[in-house]
Every structure is written in structure tokens, then in C-alpha cells.
Nanobody, 123 residues
């Protein structure tokens, strides 16, 4: 699976943004989708996941209520909708695909990664 993330940019605090992750190659529908982010000087961290099996979603505590992960009906594209952006959301956001349906908050569960898209939130 090849993943292409897009939608990042420079935004102001309080704005909303939609990140997209387009998949090609193998059938994305049999993979769970995940979003991770890496802020400057920090390790990459889990943001959100969507299980391919039961469409169950999981979110990091820091983004609950503001971030929404989804995928289109054709299951080619995964999305991350971000509301009420904060400066601390500034990071490179990565999408990823996992063949697993459980414990998909963990990076080690993912086999494929996109190149990342930078989100910069100004205060």
C-alpha cells in the first residue's frame, strides 16, 4: 500500500483543517487506518485510528473531542478532521495502514506509512 498524505498548512489557533490520506496499491479496505504526529523535538505519537473490521475509532486523550478520523465509502481515502486547532497541535502528521484490527494505537502495528504533512498552528 502506498499512502499519500495532504492537507497540512499554516493555520491560526481555533481554525479547522482536514487532512487526507489517499491509498494506492493493495486494497486499503482490509487495512486499519491510523494517524500519528511528530512535533518538533519530540517523538512521534499516536493521534487516531480506525479499525477496518468494526470501524471502531480510538483517539489520544489530547485530541479527543477535536479530532475525527474517518474514511470514504470506497475506502480509498482516510481523513483526519481537526477542529479548534491549538499551537500545540503543530506537527508533521503521518497516516499509516495496519493489517491488524486491534491495538492499532501502537506504531509497531503499522506496515505502511505516508510521507507526512506539516501542520503549523499560529497563536
Amino acid at each position: 500500500v502506498q499512502l499519500q498524505a495532504s492537507g497540512g498548512g499554516l493555520v491560526q489557533a481555533g481554525d479547522s483543517l482536514r487532512l487526507s490520506c489517499v491509498a494506492s496499491g493493495r486494497t486499503f479496505s482490509v487495512y486499519s487506518a491510523g494517524w500519528f504526529r511528530q512535533a518538533p523535538g519530540k517523538a512521534r505519537e499516536f493521534v487516531a485510528s480506525l479499525s477496518y473490521r468494526d470501524r471502531r475509532t480510538q483517539y489520544a486523550d489530547s485530541v479527543k473531542g477535536r479530532f475525527t478520523i474517518s474514511r470514504d465509502s470506497a475506502k480509498i481515502t482516510a481523513f483526519l478532521d481537526i477542529d479548534s486547532l491549538k499551537p500545540e497541535d503543530t506537527a508533521v502528521y503521518y497516516c499509516a495502514a495496519s493489517p491488524f484490527a486491534n491495538d492499532i494505537w501502537a506504531e509497531r502495528r503499522y506496515d505502511y506509512w505516508g510521507q507526512g504533512t506539516l501542520v503549523t498552528v499560529s497563536s
